[in-house]
């Protein structure tokens, strides 16, 4: 690990932290980007307050997509589930298919506002992702490793769980690291249906014109997006014992 990589992750950790901690230190900064004496730094609700209800929010959801799209994904590599593979795939892509707003129109009416029909939007969202990194990391476990495990008398379970998902794992991650960056930004829109997190900051700016408001929350999303995204590499790496070669 050379220290260029590991000064911009603290750089980014420590802007972060500045912007949801101590938001009114950066006035000067925003100050400029404000017109008719409207306020630089974003007030109505606390930044931190809102960062952990985004973040609550992104990760139950990403949690979610990943358990069920794992489930689906080794269903439809076993021999059972093989012939259900490509309704599974037509479902699976229908998060992709249909923009989160869409989803949220139609959500919204059956389950009300706030953070459910964000859920169902984002859980929908991020299927796609591990469900197809599952499937491609089992196919391309080496069949003479399962042969082999078969031959030491594991059973079908023990293979899956023992030698099958621990090869895959690497993929599998790489799925779920790209679910939980997509599902950072596609968050912001629950504010629109009431549901707390970032997207609010930024509303707030573009409903009032204020380039201020609609930066802070950028760029808070942004840096999350680029820290996740990192420690899942880095995730990646310890659990698998090598470096990504993202």
């Keep these: ?51 952990l209800a985004h973040l609550t929010l992104v990760f139950a ?33 229908i998060g992709q298919v249909f923009p989160p707003v869409a989803v949220l129109a139609i959500a919204v009416p059956l389950v009300g506002f706030g953070t459910t029909p964000t859920l169902i939007a ?15 990391g089992l196919r391309e476990v080496d069949p003479v490793v399962v042969e082999a495990a078969r031959g030491m008398g594991l059973g079908a379970r023990q293979r899956l769980w023992g030698v099958e998902l621990p090869l895959a794992l690497p993929l599998i991650l790489t799925g779920l690291r790209l679910t939980l960056v997509i599902n950072m930004g596609t968050a912001t829109i629950g504010s629109t249906v009431a549901a707390k997190g970032l997207g609010e900051v930024i509303i707030a700016g573009l409903q009032s014109s204020n380039t201020a408001f609609i930066l802070q929350g950028g760029l808070i999303v942004a840096l999350l997006a680029v820290l996740i995204y990192d ?14 070669r993202d």
């Design 122 to 136: 984002l859980v929908l969202y991020g299927l796609l992702p591990v469900f197809e990194t599952t499937i491609t």
């Design 61 to 93: 959801a990403s949690l979610v997509s990943a358990v069920l799209a794992l489930a689906v994904g080794i269903f439809v590599t076993r021999p059972v589930g093989a012939a259900f593979l490509p309704l599974s795939r037509a479902l699976v892509n």
């Design 1 to 51: 690990m050379t220290v260029v990589p590991v000064l911009a992750r603290l750089g980014a950790l420590g802007l972060l932290l500045a912007l949801v901690l101590t938001p009114q230190s950066f006035a000067p900064v925003f100050r400029g980007l404000t017109e008719n004496g409207a306020p630089p730094i974003y007030t109505q609700t606390s930044l931190l307050d809102l960062t």
């Design 231 to 244: 420690g899942m590499t880095l995730l990646e790496g310890a659990l698998t014992g090598h470096e990504s």
